[in-house]
């Protein structure tokens, strides 16, 4: 008798568009350069920033800062911690890690007005890199890009999406986006690449995770 028993597996929302067998090393071929960082940790931390026991025990427990102010972002051996609201945050990184930081969270945040809550399963991100990469974003939302530099972490539209964009270095941005979004997303991103030319690129193991 066969075994019929569910074996549970991950899958990157994006996973149609078989990114992994078409990257390749980025070049002068291309205006933009793009790929999907998949199947990341997610987590939301919501509470008072303005509370300094708050602030304390989550950098204790992070091992980073709580970024207070808006459209910020620290970066750190949790990975990134991205201010969402005065008191709401979104930290992306390795996903076990996010994993094992919930129940930390939660004692060091105990008899304290906090949420904490593991959203991995809820977001994707994609890297967009390139000489056009900007002007990319420039033709699907109305946001100044150009002012989206490292240290900063802007939450806007991208015609119909909401997306979290950031900079860890000059060299490209982050978007962080809900995985519902994630095809209507990728497309705008073919989409809009076309005049440019779009390539896929290879990124390394890990890339953008911890500091």
């Known amino acids: 008798m066969s075994d019929l028993r569910f074996q549970p597996y991950m899958q990157s929302p994006l996973h149609a568009f078989d990114l992994p067998s078409r990257a390749v090393a980025q070049d002068d071929r ?3 350069w793009t790929n999907e960082l998949p199947l990341r940790g997610y987590l939301t931390l919501r509470g008072q920033g303005s509370d ?10 992070l091992g ?31 996903r076990s890690t996010v994993k ?3 129940p930390a969270l939660e004692s060091a945040l105990k008899g304290q ?28 939302g ?5 002012q989206v530099t490292v ?45 440019y030319g779009l390539g896929i690129c290879s990124l390394p193991a890990g890339f953008g995770l911890a500091g």
């Open 30 to 32: 291309h205006g933009v």
């Open 52 to 61: 300094a026991a708050f602030r304390d025990a989550v950098a204790n427990v």
């Open 64 to 94: 980073q800062p709580l970024p207070t102010q808006p459209s910020s972002y620290s970066h750190g051996p949790s990975g990134t911690l991205l201010w969402i609201s005065p008191d709401e945050w979104l930290l992306s990184g390795e």
């Open 100 to 102: 094992s930081l919930i």
């Open 113 to 140: 007005h906090v949420q904490v809550v593991d959203n991995s399963g809820g977001y994707t991100q994609v890297y967009l890199t390139g000489r056009h990469a900007v002007t990319l974003l420039r033709h699907l």
């Open 142 to 146: 109305v946001y100044d890009f150009e």
């Open 151 to 195: 240290g900063r972490a802007v939450s806007t539209m991208l015609t119909k999406a909401n997306v979290t964009v950031y900079r860890l270095e000059e060299g490209g941005l982050h978007l962080v986006f809900r995985r519902s979004f994630a095809d209507y997303v990728w497309r705008l991103i073919e989409r809009a690449a076309t005049p």
